[in-house]
């Protein structure tokens, strides 16, 4: 690695972080009861008041810690679903998977919940499983169909397009059978809201998000190698449909587990990895960490604008997020060649 | 020095069979081309001996060893293979591209040694790239894109190395360029070289050894002297050629060729009149 490379990817790391925390701050002030800046650092010291506690650690800390892992867990299943499909409009959205896990999770809701409204402690930590239920079978789908002695990542997409069509068709079935108050909140969970957010949803999706982010950064090099096509992966000595179904997985339950607690949130898998691009280049050691840490940034970003931008009404973060990338989608649209 | 060998080769695509019983045998320390019209499965054969397509049937042998029994790792520290007009990422370095060639010698995690930085420099300036070191890989011309893939290959320190088509869509100076680094890499370090090219001319200065195919059979193998005669041609691309020796290289050359089945059909056309 060239020594200006290195100096990039450590500012634009340390630039990133900054951010993040500035962001942070600004979200606790800010939300349907504002604190302000010197109460919440009371409050966090644990010197402020009932009120300020309760919003501070109950309500807003959880949240937006959530709003960092789901944003770097998708960003980061984004990233590597482009990696192995060498594809860069490959995202868990767009392929399926996060409607797959939406499906679960709904199905969960429906069957064994009785209402969006009322998830038990168990639920809590059943929903995740189930989400990643959910996606490991539409990845299967995906991967069974696609299949013609190895995968071409073409048709990799394609079948997933096709597949994503058919789960979100299947969740509209479900959804027509509850009742109106459950449609509502499915809706808006099914376009990427981080609900019911409290520190056991987080205990919970925290540490499986956290292994998984690592191991996805040991696989740098692999996807470094996977990236330049499977005539030359498998002459540099890569098991290539080895490597591909084990790097798959990991960025099915990195989406599985995000969808669990956020919802369907799409784009945020494909921009971040193309921003993170843009700025360091394809290399994975370096692309990766900036992505995760910029999926994080963004969907804090979305969830607080979308939080305060028509408070009291909350935006769903999912269309928030939709709406920011929008521009920047047909932007990448408009410049391929 | 790695031999490199075919054994009843079968293989095929869907219910179609392009190769039906190859035997080859590539002869170590030397260039060795493979020549034949279009679809006649010289780039099958190619991707079949660089285990990215699986044979029917038969067996290759890779240093008396059959190559699916062989860990591919340990396969790339002995064959390097360049596909076919391959494709970089965007924005990747031609120095990141050719660290990659050391995968095969690396640990899980692609940190660099010491000896691995100097492996890529040295294959820098074998192809001339010392100053596009750190330039993106689809910001160079189609030449440099093509020596940058060589340059992975090649630090990939293999005895063998096979290349399909390495000088398509080059124009007639690059084309010469890549080849005579190829000569060089073979007569320098004895690596052996296994390719297929479309220019026959190029493959008659530049191999020692030449295979023609038609239909997934070899028609006839051996020196240029041999392989490039009227009649090979005619067979295998239905050509009526005019070969000589190129005062030069003292190579046979084609100098001028048409298609017999224009040339079959004038000759009827006089005998009517």
């Not at chain 2, 360049?82 to 031609?94: C, E």
Request: hydrophobic share 50%.
């Amino acid at each position: 690695m060239n020594k200006e490379k290195r100096n990039r990817f450590i500012a634009i790391i340390t630039l990133l972080s900054l951010l993040i925390t500035v962001l942070f701050i600004i979200s606790l002030n800010m939300g349907v009861v504002r604190i302000a800046p010197l109460d919440v650092f009371k409050t966090l010291v644990g010197l402020g008041n009932d009120r300020d506690e309760l919003v501070l650690f109950d309500f807003r800390l959880p949240r937006m810690v959530l709003a960092l892992l789901i944003g770097a867990g998708l960003a980061m299943s984004g990233a590597i679903l482009q990696g192995v499909s060498k594809n860069d409009l490959a995202d868990p959205g767009i392929l399926g998977i996060n409607t797959g896990a939406g499906f679960a999770v709904i199905l969960f809701i429906y069957f064994f919940q009785g209402s969006m409204m009322a998830v038990s402690t168990l639920g809590i930590f059943l929903m995740p499983l189930f989400a990643l239920i959910g996606a490991v079978t539409a990845a299967l789908i995906i991967y069974v169909l696609a299949w013609k002695k190895g995968i071409d990542p073409i048709r990799l997409i394609l079948v997933g397009i096709g597949v994503n069509a058919g789960f979100g068709a299947a969740i509209i079935i479900f959804q027509l059978k509850m009742n109106p108050q459950d449609f509502m909140q499915a809706a808006v969970w099914l376009s990427g809201d981080i609900w019911g957010a409290n520190w056991k949803v987080v205990s919970v999706l925290a540490p499986l998000i956290l292994i998984l982010i690592p191991i996805a950064f040991y696989k740098s090099h692999m996807l470094n190698l996977m990236n330049l096509g499977d005539s030359v992966a498998v002459g540099l000595g890569i098991r290539v449909e080895r490597e591909r179904r084990l790097l798959l997985m990991l960025a099915v339950a990195l989406a599985g587990f995000s969808v669990a607690a956020g919802g369907g949130i799409t784009f945020l898998g494909l921009v971040a990895p193309h921003i993170a691009k843009k700025v360091i280049g394809p290399k994975h050691q370096l692309f990766l960490p900036i992505t995760a840490l910029l999926g994080a940034f963004l969907l804090l970003l979305a969830d607080t604008l979308g939080k305060n931008l028509l408070a009291p009404t909350e935006i769903p973060v999912g269309i928030v997020v939709a709406i920011l990338s929008a521009p920047y989608f047909i932007y990448l649209l408009m410049k391929v060649k | 020095m790695v031999s490199l060998s075919t054994e009843h080769l079968k293989i095929g695509y869907g219910d179609k069979t392009i190769v039906e019983d190859l035997n080859l045998n590539i002869q170590e320390g030397k260039i060795t081309t493979i020549i034949g019209a279009n679809g006649c499965g010289k780039s099958t054969i190619l991707k079949t001996i660089a285990r990215v397509h699986s044979a029917r049937s038969g067996m290759v042998y890779l240093d008396g060893k059959k190559i699916h029994k062989v860990p591919t790792r340990e396969i790339a520290k002995k064959m390097a293979v360049l596909p076919q007009s391959p494709d970089a990422p965007g924005g990747l370095t031609v120095y990141e591209l050719i660290s990659f060639g050391r995968s095969p010698h690396q640990n899980g995690f692609g940190r660099l040694s010491e000896q691995d930085h100097k492996v890529i420099n040295w294959a820098l300036e074998v192809t001339g790239l010392e100053s596009f070191a750190h330039q993106a890989v689809d910001a160079l011309s189609g030449g440099q894109r093509q020596r940058a893939w060589i340059a992975m290959a090649i630090a990939q320190e293999t005895d063998l190395l096979l290349l399909d088509e390495p000088t398509t869509y080059l124009d007639m100076a690059h084309q010469l360029e890549i080849l005579k680094l190829l000569e060089k890499l073979n007569r320098e370090e004895g690596r052996t070289i296994v390719m297929v090219i479309h220019d026959l001319n190029h493959a008659a200065r530049f191999s020692h050894h030449m295979v023609a195919l038609r239909n997934g059979n070899i028609i006839r193998e051996g020196s240029p002297i041999d392989v490039m005669t009227c009649t090979v041609l005619k067979d295998v691309f239905q050509i009526d050629a005019e070969i000589v020796v190129d005062p030069r290289t003292k190579k046979p050359v084609c100098l001028s060729y048409d298609l017999i089945t224009a040339e079959q059909q004038v000759a009827n056309v006089k005998k009517v009149v």
